[in-house]
């Protein structure tokens, strides 16, 4: 599996943004999809999962509410609709891909994207 983050930049506080991440490999129907973020001098921090099969979605604290995860599996993409954005927001955002039984934590992706910034100013 390879993955490619996109959709990152700058956005005021209360604005909107959407995440990609194009999935590609031979097989990825096993997989759970996650993103998450990392601030600077900040542990890198789970955002969303969605189960590649089922669609069954979990969120992260700061997203509940706030942001959605998605796929299109005709398109093999992720997404993640990020609203009413905040300044603790910004960060670098990673797409990651793994198939274990939990996906809240890093050691349950095997597969990391490049990050893609989102910057959130007032």
């Known amino acids: 599996v390879q993955l490619q983050a996109s959709g990152g930049g700058s956005v005021q506080v209360g604005g909107s943004l959407r995440l990609s991440c194009a999935v590609s490999?031979?097989?990825?129907?096993?997989?759970?999809m996650g993103w998450f973020r990392q601030a600077p001098g900040k542990e890198r921090e789970f955002v969303a999962a969605?189960?590649?099969?089922?669609?069954?979605?979990f969120y992260g604290d700061s997203a509940k509410g706030r942001f959605t995860i998605a796929r299109d599996s005709a398109k093999n993409m992720v997404y993640l609709h990020m609203n009413r954005l905040r300044p603790e927001d910004t960060a670098v955002y990673f797409c990651?891909?793994?198939?274990?039984?939990?996906?809240?934590?890093?050691?349950?992706?095997?597969?990391w994207g490049r990050g893609t910034l989102v910057t959130v100013s007032s």
């Open positions: 990651a891909a793994g198939r274990s039984d939990t996906v809240v934590h890093r050691s349950d992706y095997e597969v």
């Open positions: 490999g031979r097989t990825f129907s096993e997989y759970h």
């Open positions: 969605i189960r590649w099969s089922g669609g069954g979605t």
